[in-house]
């Protein structure tokens, strides 16, 4: 199962009115800036996966756009699963890029 990573004590939970008790420093890297939802949205950059080499954090596009367009969807949905919507959800949806790409493997093998 996958978890959403722990947050320090000051940020769960907070009114949204109040200035947020990080603005002084408590480390736990809150901001509350409001997230890129376009360059770097939160649910594909919230697993603690880091880069052998240099210790960078690896979003989930670093990993899939290596991938066909199937395999590359099921492991978007898999890497989000319960960050964007719902776990089963996004998990159903991982499984039907997987079948459909064994069907195109198999269709692959079958014209040669």
Do not use: F
């Not at 940020?11 to 009115?17: F, I, K, T």
């Not at 919230?46 to 979003?59: F, V």
């Not at 989930?60 to 960050?83: A, F, P, Q």
Request: proline share 8%; aromatic share 4%; net charge negative.
């Amino acid at each position: 199962m996958i978890t959403k990573p722990p947050v320090c004590e000051k940020c769960v939970p907070h009114p949204a009115h109040l200035p947020h008790p990080c603005d002084e420093g408590c480390g736990c890297g809150h901001t509350d800036e409001k997230p890129d939802m376009v360059d770097h949205p939160k649910h594909y950059n919230s697993l603690p996966a880091k880069c052998r080499n240099c210790g960078e954090q690896i979003e989930c596009i670093d990993v899939i756009e290596h991938m066909t367009l199937n395999l590359g969807n099921s492991v978007k949905y898999v890497w989000r699963g319960g960050h964007k919507g719902d776990l089963i959800e996004d998990l159903k949806k991982a499984r039907w890029y997987l079948e459909r790409e064994i069907e195109r493997i198999k269709k692959e093998h079958q014209n040669v």
